[in-house]
């Protein structure tokens, strides 16, 4: 049975029109399974994230959009509050932090600035291989499947617990990082929006 998602996402690519998604964390851990992930600038690295309840009402929830007329492996970011930039962002991945096969999810308004590399032309939407209408993110070619998300545990500047997705696939050049972080293995998943951007309401989105 195809889901109501999959549906919305197939007449989607289909006829070429954009729509928007968030993603959220599919495990992991209590605080981030089933939770979208949240937007705080917090510099110099914009990492999209999860932190705990009783959530920030000044956060606002990472919303994409895929415009499939233009590229269906670039995700843009959505402007809403508090600063909606006059330049499209991007969903990318950054490896500027220099761990070996492992990347930051970020977003970036300058994908030139990024250093390099930074991965953001070759995403992907995979329907799960649990055939439940389930979409998982998923980025570049991975044929043996080695990637992952995981949600690495971090403090913000302002000492608040933050849940933030890296894309890793685990080797000998990165045990000696994935074993210094605190992390918990996890996925991303589609969530596609029914409320309108309302960049004053709560998370940048009513729904
Ligand atoms: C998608 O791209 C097309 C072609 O550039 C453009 O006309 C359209 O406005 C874009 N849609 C959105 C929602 O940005
Ligand atoms: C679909 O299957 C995936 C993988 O088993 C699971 O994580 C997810 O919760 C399921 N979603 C639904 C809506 O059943
Ligand atoms: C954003 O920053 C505020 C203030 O430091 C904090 O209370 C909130 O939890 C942060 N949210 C995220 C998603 O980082
Ligand atoms: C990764 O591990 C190396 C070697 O231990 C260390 O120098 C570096 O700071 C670590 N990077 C991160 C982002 O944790």
């Not at 990165?174 to 409320?195: F, Q, R």
Request: proline share 10%.
């Amino acid at each position: 049975m195809i889901s109501p998602t999959l549906l919305v996402l197939l007449g989607t690519l289909g006829t070429a029109q954009a729509t928007d998604y968030f993603f959220r964390f599919v495990g992991g851990n209590t605080v981030t399974n089933g939770q979208r992930l949240r937007f705080n600038v917090s510099f110099p690295i914009i990492s999209p994230g999860v932190t705990p309840a009783p959530y920030n009402p000044d956060d606002h929830f990472a919303r994409i959009y895929n415009n499939a007329s233009v590229s269906p492996s670039t995700l843009y970011v959505v402007p809403t509050n508090p600063h909606p930039p006059p330049v499209p962002g991007y969903y990318g991945l950054s490896g500027a932090e220099g761990v070996p096969d492992a990347y930051r999810l970020i977003q970036s308004y300058h994908p030139s600035d990024e250093g390099t590399p930074f991965l953001y032309q070759d995403w992907k939407l995979e329907p799960s291989c649990s055939g439940n209408g389930t979409v998982l993110l998923r980025y570049g070619k991975d044929p043996h499947g080695e990637k992952r998300w995981i949600a690495v545990k971090e403090t913000t500047n302002s000492g608040v617990e933050k849940w933030v997705p890296w894309y890793v696939k685990p080797t000998a050049a990165n045990i000696a990082n994935l074993t210094a972080w605190d992390y918990d293995i996890a996925d991303l998943e589609l969530v596609v929006t029914t409320g309108q951007v309302a960049s004053n309401a709560p998370g940048g989105v009513i729904e």
